[in-house]
């Protein structure tokens, strides 16, 4: 097994079933999460859903209770039967605010399908031409992620830096209101919002579900005068992602009279 089994560790996948009992059977710890793609393509194919397709992923993506159980009323209201279907699938599964643990934003297994799409045509090879083909892409994809990684000067990753600063400008409009070291009353566009840095949650879900800085508590944090980057997740700061592709995957010799 080459990823132990712990907590904090989570899995996505479409919904089928042998795949969530081995998943259970290796990996008791894990929490398992369903592809909001596949599920809304079986809404659209099996229940006729595409009226109501928008509004299941609108739903799936709330980071607030209250803005998941508005989406599914709608959708309830349309049809019970996708209501019902949707149910059935369980919403600890395929809602964002629901799930028991941290999916890191990821709702769908993307990843899995573009290695699949990758290795379309080398999976009609012999065996030993696809393992081959597979580590020759495993080596040039962690190359390229070495490289770019290494080029990253910020703290955190590229992708989560762009979003910190689309957060940072969205962030300026609003106003910050001080109740404790660590605790702020943010408002904006006619809401309030409820910050606290030391537990790293916000009431509008972002912050304590995303596992990185939402727009109220960055700009509780620096109405503060606090750095908002010790309250990003380890796991989107650009030295775990370097640390991910630190080992390089080397050629593996295969006797001549094999191939």
């Not at 904006?188 to 596992?211: A, M």
Request: aromatic letters at 10%.
């Amino acid at each position: 097994m080459v990823i132990a089994d712990e907590e904090g560790l989570s899995f996505v996948s479409d919904r089928h079933t042998s795949i969530a009992k081995s998943i259970g059977n290796i990996y008791p710890l894990d929490k398992h999460g369903i592809c909001i793609h596949h599920l809304i393509s079986n809404v659209i194919t099996y229940n006729k859903g595409r009226g109501v397709a928008g509004m299941v992923a609108k739903a799936s993506k709330a980071y607030r209770v209250a803005e998941f159980e508005k989406e599914f009323a709608l959708i309830n209201n349309i049809s019970p039967a996708i209501g019902s279907y949707l149910e059935e699938a369980d919403v600890r599964k395929w809602a964002r605010c629901h799930f028991p643990d941290y999916r890191y934003d990821i709702n769908t297994n993307n990843a899995a399908e573009s290695i699949n799409a990758a290795l379309r045509s080398p999976r009609e090879y012999p065996i030993i031409h696809l393992l081959d083909s597979i580590r020759e892409m495993m080596t040039h994809w962690f190359y390229e992620s070495r490289e770019l990684s290494a080029k990253q000067k910020n703290p955190l990753t590229v992708e989560v830096e762009k979003k910190i600063s689309r957060r940072i400008e969205k962030g300026k409009f609003m106003n910050g209101y001080p109740m404790s070291r660590s605790m702020l009353q943010v408002k904006g566009n006619g809401v309030d919002y409820i910050v606290d840095l030391e537990r790293r949650t916000c009431s509008c879900g972002k912050f304590s579900i995303g596992k990185f800085p939402c727009r109220h508590a960055i700009k509780g944090a620096f109405d503060i005068g606090k750095d908002l980057y010790p309250y990003a997740d380890d796991v989107y700061t650009a030295t775990a992602w370097r640390s991910q592709y630190e080992e390089t995957i080397n050629p593996i010799g295969v006797p001549e009279e094999e191939c």
